[in-house]
């Protein structure tokens, strides 16, 4: 069964919504979770590090304030798309590792934005 | 810097052909993690294979069967065979060092035609 659970895997919304995406870890506790971004007919590009109990780490580029994440529990992490627009239509995936560093990974089902 | 390149955009093949999806990867890292995964347009990634840099050993799996060489820093993926069903985008990774972050190639289209 899925060891990372990604919810919703497709929403549709206005521009100037706000979008929350859960990514859940099912069968361990995760106290880093990661976030990437697909546009379309592109590669997968790292968003940000969510560390639990702690403030995230972004990548070059991504602006903290329009994605914002929330790591409140070792088996759960947010991330919300403030004020979206049609720009920021994408596929979004998060992932874990079991353990650090032993490449053991698992990623979610994945969550398709659409931005009117 | 860690990267990886896929050099083949896309590649069409008729059924029954075999295909090799090629990877080159750069790392400065003795220890690193090279993965394969497929992504059907259904946008869930597959789990393809995860290999880590002490074992070179070539792998086969069914139809699937990779070709891991550090003297040339590639992790070729070879289908056998093709089925209509493989058609989907690959990606390559790169699982670095001490670092967690998964870096992607920029992935291969692979579309088998009946």
């Known amino acids: 069964g899925a060891v990372v659970s990604q919810h919703p895997s497709r929403v549709i919304c206005k521009s100037g919504t706000s979008v929350k995406i859960e990514c859940r870890s099912l069968d361990f506790q995760a106290t880093t979770m990661f976030w990437y971004r697909q546009f379309p007919k592109q590669s997968l590009m790292l968003m940000a590090t969510s560390n639990e109990g702690s403030k995230a780490t972004y990548e070059q580029g991504v602006e903290k304030d329009k994605f914002l994440i929330n790591h409140a529990s070792l088996t759960l992490s947010t991330l919300t798309v403030t004020s979206a627009h049609p720009e920021d239509s994408s596929f979004y995936i998060c992932s874990t590792q079991r353990t650090p560093n032993t490449g053991e990974l698992f990623f979610g089902e994945g969550s398709r934005l659409t931005v009117l | ?114």
């Open chain 2, 1 to 114: 810097a860690q990267k990886v390149t896929q050099a083949q955009t896309e590649i069409s093949v008729v059924e029954k052909e075999d295909v090799t999806l090629d990877c080159v990867y750069e790392t400065r890292d003795t220890t690193y993690y090279l993965f394969w995964y497929k992504q059907p347009p259904s946008g869930e990634l597959v789990f393809l294979i995860r290999r880590n840099s002490f074992d070179e050993q070539n792998e086969i799996s069914g139809r699937y069967s990779w070709n891991f060489q550090k003297s040339t820093s590639s992790f070729n993926f070879t289908i056998t065979a093709s089925q209509v069903v493989d058609s989907a985008v690959y990606f390559c990774a790169l699982l670095s060092g001490g670092s967690e972050k998964l870096v992607f190639g920029k992935g291969t289209k692979l579309t088998v035609n009946p």
